[in-house]
Structures are given as structure tokens and as C-alpha cells.
């Protein structure tokens, strides 16, 4: 499964890496596979870099796997990398289970938000959670993290609840949306 996204995107901001008013290259979502285990490793690593000292040592530790804890969070979960230039620029896990599923660590590198990125990839996980013919798909999302929770609403995603104190006590918000 493949889709193409972002050269018809509304970009609020550049990319810290491009400082031009010109329109973020196009990027495409595709299913990973073990070969793109070091690239997503990568990438998780520029993901939290810049939480350091904002977020628990441990969470980002948990959140920065080494390509073999990779392999590991790959039993059971379907992952999709976006790339733009043959870089990984996001990526997200899709857990199914009892007729759901469950967005699992989605990422996307900093120089890349704010670009459709991290809306393909849930539109991504949505279409492969119809797929297998789940009723609903559901994420959580640190509470800190208000801008992703808002992108969420925007795609239809509807407040489940929140988990105080949940990783590393740190307030996790549930959020579900019905297919």
C-alpha cells in the first residue's frame, strides 16, 4: 500500500532545514519492512532528541529503540515509513486487536511537522485499519502534546479518557475514532 502526499499541502511554516517560502517536496507513505529497521531507529532518535531534559530520562529511553528492540516492537504491529528524498521523515505502528486498532509510535523528524506528514500517516493506519475490517482505531498521546491531540480531532479522532500518571508519570490522553 503506497500513497502519495504533500505536494498539495498548506505549509504553515518551513521545514528548519529549508529557510525558503517554496513548498515542501512531496513524500510517499509505504509499508516498512526489516530493512528500514536503522532508518527508523534514526529517526525515533531525532524524534525525541529534542525532549531531552523535558520528558522523563526513561520515557525517551523507551522511545528510542536499538534496531534489535525494533525488531522486537515489529511482532504483531504493521508499521508505515514516510520518505521524502529516500529519508525517513515519519513513521507509525498499527497494533490490531479485538476488532481495533491501536496507532502505535507514530513519529515524525522535526524538520518534516507541520507539512501533512503526520496526517497521512494516521490516514495511513486508518485505511489499514479498515482493511482488516476494525470497528475503530484509537491512539494515545501524552496530554503535553497538544498540538498532536488537535491534529487528531481534526481527523475525526474523539476524546476516550485520560491515564494520569501513566508513562513514567507522565498524563496519557485516549483518543478513539469510530469506522
Sequence with gaps: MAAESGSDRRVDRPPAAEKSD???RPFAVERLTHHDINDICALYRRVWEEFR?????????AWEPTPLEFTSWMEGVTYFAA???????????CELADGSCRIVHLGVDPDSRRQGVGTALTNAATEWARHNT???????????????VE?????GFQDAGVLHKHYWSEDVRLLEKIL
Excluded: N, Q, Y
Aim: with cysteine; charged share 30%.
Design 134 to 148: 476494525c470497528l475503530s482505531i484509537w491512539v494515545d498521546a501524552l496530554t503535553k502534546f497538544e498540538a498532536a
Design 83 to 93: 520518505r521524502r528524498d529516500g529519508k525517513m521523515i515519519g513513521a507509525v505502528g
Design 22 to 24: 517554496a513548498a515542501p
Design 53 to 61: 531534559g523535558k520528558l522523563p530520562d526513561d520515557l525517551i529511553k
Design 151 to 155: 491534529v487528531l480531532r481534526h481527523l
